[in-house]
């Protein structure tokens, strides 16, 4: 335990070397102090390709890791090293069940990519498995641990805009291309079933996101609602869905959001969020609007009922540090699962399990209204350790 002047340091194992394994490793090395954090810190530890040594060494030098850093050409080596407190699953939606279960077996405390799993069932199994080994477990949704997020959260439950009855929310990139394509070829992962590519877990996660933090999350523990799920899907060439448009309805609540996500149009048109807000959170009294891209929020606006035509806009920019010259905002969510391991605790209260659960049981459920189809390879509840997800093909 650190003491008062001390801070509380955790150790981490990347597993994976592509892009956003790279960003949230060079948030980890940013320091803490550059975002008036003082209690706890991050020490990288290792990294782990699935497919050699060689990509691992890689990665460490684009990343400009310390000296000292270890480098692993196989996820079980990455899962058995004593040194690692955390192991940050950062492979493909359609990897995380078998990868973040072979690091659980092996004892180790799991931050997960979203979206966490491929189904619910998945999601259930690596929350029991959590529960019985007496780990530490959380779905990586890095934007509900912003600043600007947790604002956000605080205004609603003040009563600031009243009673919140309609959030609608879209993360959408503008990808088409000629003759009904799209821009990336058919086996990348945005639109490969092998991978459970399509808009849904990539993309319209985000849009979910924004639902469920403001019309589940904020709802009394006593009184929460699942919500019922209505959707519409355009499938691609692939199989995999391409436009994906969610109706959440809370009866109980009086309340409902819209979640929409497409690989055709962009929400933000230019870049400049001259098409408006990605997010629009709608009460009684006011609304607020976020302003986009979805996943990394940079400003939002309160529109009252009575404010005869004035907004007040905040801007919340994210911190660098001038070392480095890096600051993504990944770290926000590494600085919450060092806090939970300080404390003992085993889930995050910003996302419990049950939810993480009751997301992937919504995505589900549009998928399968979507007639959406993927491989059992990446579908079964079943950990397996040998599985060609966890062992490269190797």
Same mark, same amino acid.
């Not at 933090?213 to 959707?231: D, G, I, N, R, S």
């Given at each position: 335990?650190?003491?008062?002047?001390?801070?509380?340091?955790?150790?981490?194992?990347?597993?994976?070397?592509?892009?956003?394994?790279?960003?949230?490793?060079?948030?980890?090395?940013?320091?803490?102090?550059?975002?008036?954090?003082?209690?706890?810190?991050?020490?990288?530890? +290792?990294?782990?390709?699935?497919?050699?040594?060689?990509?691992?060494?890689?990665?460490?030098?684009?990343?400009?890791?310390?000296?000292?850093?270890?480098?692993?050409?196989?996820?079980?080596?990455?899962?058995? *090293?004593?040194?690692?407190?955390?192991?940050? !699953?950062?492979?493909?939606?359609?990897?995380?069940?078998?990868?973040?279960?072979?690091?659980?077996? +092996?004892?180790?405390?799991?931050?997960?990519?979203?979206?966490?799993?491929?189904?619910?069932?998945?999601?259930?199994?690596?929350?029991?498995?959590?529960?019985?080994?007496?780990?530490?477990?959380?779905? +990586?949704?890095?934007?509900?641990?912003?600043?600007?997020?947790?604002?956000?959260?605080?205004?609603?439950?003040?009563?600031?805009?009243?009673?919140?009855?309609?959030?609608?929310?879209?993360?959408?990139?503008?990808?088409?291309?000629?003759?009904?394509?799209?821009?990336?070829?058919?086996?990348?992962?945005?639109?490969?079933?092998?991978?459970?590519?399509?808009?849904?877990?990539?993309?319209?996660? /985000?849009?979910?996101?924004?639902?469920?933090?403001?019309?589940?999350?904020?709802?009394?523990?006593?009184?929460?609602?699942?919500?019922?799920?209505?959707?519409?899907?355009?499938? /691609?060439?692939?199989?995999?869905?391409?436009?994906?448009?969610?109706?959440?309805?809370?009866?109980?609540?009086?309340?409902?959001? !819209?979640?929409?996500?497409?690989?055709?149009?962009?929400?933000?048109?230019?870049?400049?969020?001259?098409?408006?807000?990605?997010?629009?959170?709608?009460?009684?009294?006011?609304?607020?609007?976020?302003?986009?891209?979805?996943?990394?929020?940079?400003?939002?606006?309160?529109?009252?009922?009575?404010?005869?035509?004035?907004?007040?806009?905040?801007?919340?920019?994210?911190?660098?540090?001038?070392?480095?010259?890096?600051?993504?905002?990944?770290?926000?969510?590494?600085?919450?699962? +060092?806090?939970?391991?300080?404390?003992?605790?085993?889930?995050?209260?910003?996302?419990?399990?049950?939810?993480?659960?009751?997301?992937?049981?919504?995505?589900?459920?549009?998928?399968?209204?979507?007639?959406?189809?993927?491989?059992?390879?990446?579908?079964?509840?079943? /950990? *397996?350790?040998?599985?060609?997800?966890?062992?490269?093909?190797?």
């Amino acid at each position: 335990m650190a003491s008062s002047t001390t801070p509380f340091t955790i150790r981490w194992g990347i597993m994976a070397t592509g892009g956003i394994a790279q960003t949230f490793t060079q948030d980890l090395l940013t320091n803490p102090a550059t975002r008036d954090v003082q209690d706890i810190a991050h020490k990288l530890v +290792a990294v782990a390709s699935s497919s050699s040594k060689d990509s691992a060494v890689s990665f460490l030098k684009k990343v400009k890791a310390p000296a000292g850093v270890k480098a692993y050409g196989s996820y079980a080596e990455l899962v058995n *090293d004593p040194d690692v407190d955390i192991v940050y !699953v950062a492979t493909p939606h359609s990897h995380h069940f078998q990868n973040a279960m072979l690091a659980l077996q +092996a004892g180790k405390n799991v931050l997960c990519e979203k979206a966490f799993t491929v189904n619910a069932s998945q999601a259930r199994k690596l929350v029991e498995t959590a529960k019985a080994k007496n780990l530490f477990l959380m779905e +990586a949704v890095w934007t509900r641990y912003f600043p600007l997020s947790i604002k956000i959260r605080e205004l609603i439950q003040s009563g600031s805009i009243g009673t919140v009855y309609r959030v609608i929310a879209d993360n959408s990139f503008g990808t088409d291309g000629p003759n009904g394509t799209l821009t990336f070829p058919d086996e990348n992962r945005m639109v490969n079933p092998d991978l459970a590519g399509g808009a849904l877990l990539d993309l319209g996660i /985000y849009s979910l996101t924004w639902l469920f933090q403001t019309l589940y999350h904020l709802q009394p523990e006593a009184e929460k609602e699942a919500p019922k799920t209505v959707a519409a899907i355009n499938k /691609y060439k692939t199989g995999a869905d391409e436009m994906t448009n969610i109706i959440l309805q809370f009866p109980e609540h009086k309340s409902m959001g !819209v979640a929409m996500t497409t690989l055709r149009v962009a929400t933000d048109v230019d870049g400049q969020n001259t098409a408006g807000p990605a997010i629009k959170i709608q009460g009684s009294l006011g609304e607020i609007q976020v302003m986009g891209p979805a996943y990394r929020p940079l400003q939002y606006k309160i529109v009252k009922k009575d404010s005869a035509g004035k907004i007040e806009v905040v801007d919340c920019p994210i911190p660098k540090d001038p070392e480095r010259d890096f600051g993504h905002g990944m770290f926000w969510e590494a600085d919450e699962c +060092a806090r939970c391991l300080r404390d003992g605790k085993k889930e995050s209260a910003t996302l419990p399990w049950s939810e993480s659960i009751v997301i992937m049981e919504v995505m589900e459920e549009a998928l399968k209204q979507g007639d959406i189809k993927y491989p059992e390879l990446i579908t079964t509840d079943v /950990y *397996d350790p040998k599985s060609p997800l966890n062992t490269g093909g190797k």
